[in-house]
């Protein structure tokens, strides 16, 4: 039968953000093929974890419950994952672009003997595209991402493939719960059945993660900075009308590379994609590579200098004036307000 399928990351019996969105979008594209979204998960300790997934819409939950499947490793995940689709074959697989997805997802094609397009940001069912090769396809995914740097954005569809194979982008899907009483059919499947020694030749010793403090991706208000801050010091501007605003800051990829502010804090083709309720851009000019991860902010307000800085174009206000004159100003008020 036809259906959406959504590989899904669990730790510590949390599902990864990525995993709910990509069930939001799958949902998204379920319904408009007219199918089910089935999705599976494999982990430790996952009593109740359906309840973190059903609402998403989800008919058919795959789940292995196993001390051995946390952390992730290759092998048994792939093996567990490739039975599940060889058996339910479905026409969609979604993963994150995320470490565990980008090697997940090509090993598995390379199983199944489909295609893979990697770090999509748009996902949609259509036929705009093949209409160009002259065939009927209507009911086919396609997938646009970034490509040659950010100068164009491609669109890939793998009309001969089965499955229809993507990564996507972390962030750019919106969650959305689709039925918070929805009520998946929970399928267990058990992992010393389908796995063998061989599924564990590798050992994880230590991890070490990655202490971040950073989270544009859900912050309400990003103030930003780009090469027209000038300097690290300046960024004390943003940060100050960051912290009144009770938001985070942010910075363009020429303001990382200029060391005005650390690569964590980048935002773009390269760095977070983030959707924030306000988003203002200091001494930004707008390059794709920028917008591409900032353009579905509720409401953007520009300072430039240049009034005809490309930014211009998505923002919602713009204020034509130096950022040192401007940004002040900004603080003062709202200090005062
Ligand atoms: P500039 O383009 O130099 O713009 C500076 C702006 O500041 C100008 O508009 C200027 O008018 C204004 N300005 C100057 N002085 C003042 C002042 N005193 N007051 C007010 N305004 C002032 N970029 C990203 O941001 N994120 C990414 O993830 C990213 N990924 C990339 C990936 C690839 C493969 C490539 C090739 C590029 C990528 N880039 C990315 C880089 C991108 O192409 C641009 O070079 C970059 O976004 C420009 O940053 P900027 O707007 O800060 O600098």
């Given at each position: ?45 996952l009593d109740g974890i359906e309840n973190q997934i059903s609402p998403y819409g989800v008919d058919k939950l795959f789940i292995s419950d196993d001390s051995r499947l946390e952390p992730y490793r290759t092998l048994p995940h792939a093996a567990l994952a490739h039975k599940v689709l060889k058996e339910q074959d479905p026409q969609i697989v979604l993963f994150g672009a995320t470490s565990v997805g980008r090697d997940l997802a090509p090993r598995l094609a390379s199983k199944l003997n489909c295609g893979l397009t990697a770090d999509t940001t748009i996902l949609d069912i259509g036929d705009h595209f093949v209409k160009k090769e002259k065939k009927e396809y209507t009911d086919l995914l396609y997938a ?194």
């Amino acid at each position: 039968m036809k259906s959406v399928f959504v590989y899904c990351e669990v730790e510590n019996k949390e599902v990864a953000e990525i995993s709910q969105e990509l069930l939001s979008a799958g949902k998204r594209l379920a319904q408009k093929l007219g199918c089910q979204l089935d999705a599976m998960l494999f982990g430790k300790d996952l009593d109740g974890i359906e309840n973190q997934i059903s609402p998403y819409g989800v008919d058919k939950l795959f789940i292995s419950d196993d001390s051995r499947l946390e952390p992730y490793r290759t092998l048994p995940h792939a093996a567990l994952a490739h039975k599940v689709l060889k058996e339910q074959d479905p026409q969609i697989v979604l993963f994150g672009a995320t470490s565990v997805g980008r090697d997940l997802a090509p090993r598995l094609a390379s199983k199944l003997n489909c295609g893979l397009t990697a770090d999509t940001t748009i996902l949609d069912i259509g036929d705009h595209f093949v209409k160009k090769e002259k065939k009927e396809y209507t009911d086919l995914l396609y997938a646009i991402r970034p490509a040659f740097g950010g100068s164009i954005m491609a669109n890939i569809i793998n009309w001969d493939m089965h499955p229809q194979m993507a990564t996507v982008r972390e962030g750019v899907m919106k969650k959305e719960i689709f039925d918070a009483n929805y009520k998946s059919e929970i399928i267990k499947l058990n992992a010393t059945e389908v796995l063998n020694d061989e599924d564990f030749v590798v050992e994880v010793i230590e991890r070490h993660i990655e202490e971040s403090s950073v989270n544009l991706k859900d912050a309400p208000i990003i103030v930003a900075g780009g090469y027209g801050v000038g300097s690290k010091e300046n960024f004390d501007l943003l940060r100050n009308l960051a912290n009144i605003l009770g938001g985070e800051v942010g910075g363009s990829r020429a303001a990382v590379d200029a060391g005005f502010i650390d690569h964590n804090r980048q935002i773009g083709q390269t760095g977070t994609t983030v959707r924030p309720k306000l988003y203002i851009a200091a001494g930004i000019s707008g390059a794709i590579q920028h917008t591409a991860g900032m353009q579905d902010a509720s409401m953007i307000i520009s300072i430039n200098n240049d009034p005809d800085a490309p930014i211009n174009a998505i923002a919602d206000y713009v204020i034509t004036g130096d950022l040192g004159v401007v940004l002040p100003k900004m603080i003062k008020f709202y200090k005062e307000n």
